[in-house]
Nanobody, 118 residues
């Protein structure tokens, strides 16, 4: 099983990034997916989630209207489009696959760094 994030980097405030998460080794379309982030000295927090077939999404209040989660089940990919980025969005971003019945993260990616700074 693998979840591999990519797309992080350094961006100026107000800029955009698109994170990608490539999944393999499990039945991707059977799992809801989530993006989390962890800033230095802080706990990991939920950013966005999407249902297994993509029909339902939810977001943390701090990113509503700025971030969009999506998925492509044909290619086992999940994305996080991040617009209007703020310095407080700086963190390591992780994707996670939600256990279908336990509703906890079963698989984690290794994370990708996002830094928002001028």
């Amino acid at each position: 099983v693998q979840l591999v994030e990519s797309g992080g980097g350094l961006v100026q405030p107000g800029g955009s990034l698109r994170l990608s998460c490539a999944a393999s080794g499990f039945i991707f379309s059977g799992y809801a997916m989530r993006w989390y982030r962890q800033a230095p000295g802080k706990e990991r927090e939920l950013v966005a989630g999407i249902s297994s077939l993509g029909g339902s999404t939810d977001y943390a209040d701090s990113v509503k209207g700025r971030f969009t989660i999506s998925r492509d089940n044909a290619n086992n990919m999940v994305y996080l489009q991040m617009n209007s980025l703020k310095p407080e969005d700086t963190a390591v971003y992780y994707c996670g696959a939600v256990h279908p019945s336990l509703r906890i993260i079963r698989y984690w990616g290794q994370g990708t760094q996002v830094t928002v700074s001028s």
